[in-house]
């Protein structure tokens, strides 16, 4: 079974530009998680979806980061303008259900921001 | 969620069992003890979860204290490719995997 793909996997950009990362998460998985992981720390978690909508953005700062899922499949998340603490690996996760058991992480896309 | 308190870092020999504590002392009846590990430049993968009873899949196994304060997991002949960040995490089956991960536990496996 193929597993959660992201890209790019790795990004470089100066402070104030945009970024946007893509996500295809495993085939028939309704719920798509986006993690932030700051180097040292582990995951911390951004937006969760439910099929093309939203169950949970709290975390994130919705003043420069965006998310969607249109169709329900890939995800994109986007930030704008980016600033230097945005550096960190953007990690995508899937699980069938919403109570699943397990979630399945991609490999994520690091992001340097200068 | 309920906190978790882990070691920052362990070191195991190969082929040796590695135990790694967590303790969770402020954990509700209703949650449950999920584990996780990192390794390096991957995302984390799932190893195995528990509420009361001791459970055992092909990676490893998960010991839960009868009082439910702390639990143990236990990767039976760590091997190289163990080597990575452990991270012990609490929470309500309902929440799904909205995980909180805290710092975890650094194992190097050493041949």
């Known amino acids: 079974e193929a597993g959660v793909a992201q890209s790019p996997r790795y990004k470089i950009i100066e402070k104030r530009q945009s970024v946007a990362f893509w996500c295809n998460p495993i085939?028939?998985?309704?719920?798509l998680y986006w993690y932030q992981q700051i180097l040292g720390q582990g995951p911390k978690l951004l937006i969760q979806?439910?099929?093309?909508?939203?169950?949970?953005d709290s975390q994130l700062p919705k003043d420069r980061f965006s998310a969607e899922r249109l169709k329900g499949v890939d995800s994109t998340l986007k930030i704008q303008p980016a600033k230097l603490e945005d550096s960190a690996v953007y990690l995508c996760?899937?699980?069938?259900?919403?109570?699943?058991?397990?979630?399945?992480f991609g490999q994520g896309t690091r992001l340097t921001v200068v | 969620d309920a906190k978790t308190t882990q070691p920052t870092s362990m070191d195991c020999a190969e082929g040796r069992a590695a135990n790694l504590p967590c303790n969770h002392s402020?954990?509700?009846?209703?949650?449950?003890v999920y584990w996780y590990r990192q390794i390096h430049s991957q995302g984390p993968q799932y190893i195995i979860h528990?509420?009361?009873n001791n459970e055992t899949n092909e990676m490893a196994s998960l010991i839960i204290t009868e009082d439910r304060k702390s639990s143990t997991l236990i990767l039976p002949h760590a091997t190289l490719r163990d080597t990575a960040v452990y991270y012990c995490?609490?929470?309500?089956?309902?929440?799904?995997?909205?995980?909180?991960f805290g710092g975890g536990t650094r194992v190097l496996v050493k041949p």
């Open positions: 996760a899937s699980s069938f259900g919403q109570t699943n058991t397990e979630a399945f």
């Open positions: 085939s028939g998985h309704a719920t």
């Open positions: 979806f439910q099929n093309n909508g939203v169950v949970d």
């Open positions: 402020t954990i509700s009846g209703n949650e449950y």
């Open positions: 528990g509420l009361k």
């Open positions: 995490i609490v929470k309500i089956k309902a929440a799904g995997n909205k995980l909180t």
